[in-house]
């Protein structure tokens, strides 16, 4: 099975300002997910995606949160306007089917709010 | 809520010691517990998906056991390697599909 290949792995950015993590690659017949960790913290489930809808959400996936597949291979995550409570390493993650199945999840994409 | 818990938080062995970690869950409306191995930078990896009370699979020196019905599972490694040095992850699935619910791991430092 391909990779899931995660952009950027690092990204630095002033609190309120809009951030896009980006996920390769999709496809209409698996699910797609966003989770996160806050250091020191769980990892904890934001997003879960099928066939071009979102499936399932979090209490923390927000207004201040959207998934987009903006050119039909791409799957990003958008954050409108970062707070620093955002700080995390957000994890993609593709799944053949659901539940019993495994998910192969990318390398992360570490995201630091000031 | 639900809550995952695991343990130890962390374990340092020396190589070629065999250890053993725990992982809890809800044993109401089970699905299946899913386990991840992730070494610092890289992916986390999935070792195990179980489904069944009495469960039982094997990796090579890394073994898991599931006992739904009581809501826990340990994860076994024989011979600690120094590759064998990652966080161990358990995972609850689903209460909503696609949500996995994840413990806090269990980080594991092998020594040679």
């Known amino acids: 099975e391909p990779e899931v290949t995660q952009t950027p792995s690092h990204q630095v950015t002033q609190m309120g300002q809009e951030v896009i993590l980006r996920c390769v690659p999709i496809s209409n017949h698996l699910y797609f997910y966003w989770y996160r960790q806050i250091l020191g913290q769980k990892v904890e489930f934001l997003v879960s995606f099928y066939n071009n809808e979102i499936s399932e959400k979090s209490e923390i996936f927000d207004d201040q949160f959207s998934v987009e597949r903006p050119d039909g291979s791409n799957f990003t995550l958008k954050i409108r306007s970062t707070k620093l409570e955002d700080s995390a390493m957000y994890f993609c993650?593709?799944?053949w089917g659901s539940g019993a199945n495994v998910l192969t999840f990318g390398a992360g994409s570490r995201l630091t709010v000031l | 809520i639900l809550n995952v818990e695991q343990s130890p938080q962390s374990l340092h062995v020396q190589e070629g010691d065999s250890t053993n970690f725990t992982c809890s869950f809800p044993s109401s409306n089970f699905y299946a517990l899913h386990w991840y191995r992730w070494e610092t930078a890289k992916s986390p990896e999935a070792l195990f998906v179980m489904t069944l009370n009495g469960d039982e699979k094997k990796k090579g020196r890394i073994s898991a056991t599931l006992n739904t019905k009581e809501g826990y599972s340990y994860l076994y490694i024989k011979g600690s390697q120094p590759e064998d040095s990652a966080t161990y992850l358990c995972a609850f699935c689903c209460p909503l599909v696609g949500k996995l619910v994840f413990g806090a791991g269990t980080i594991l430092r092998v020594k040679s």
């Open positions: 993650a593709r799944q």
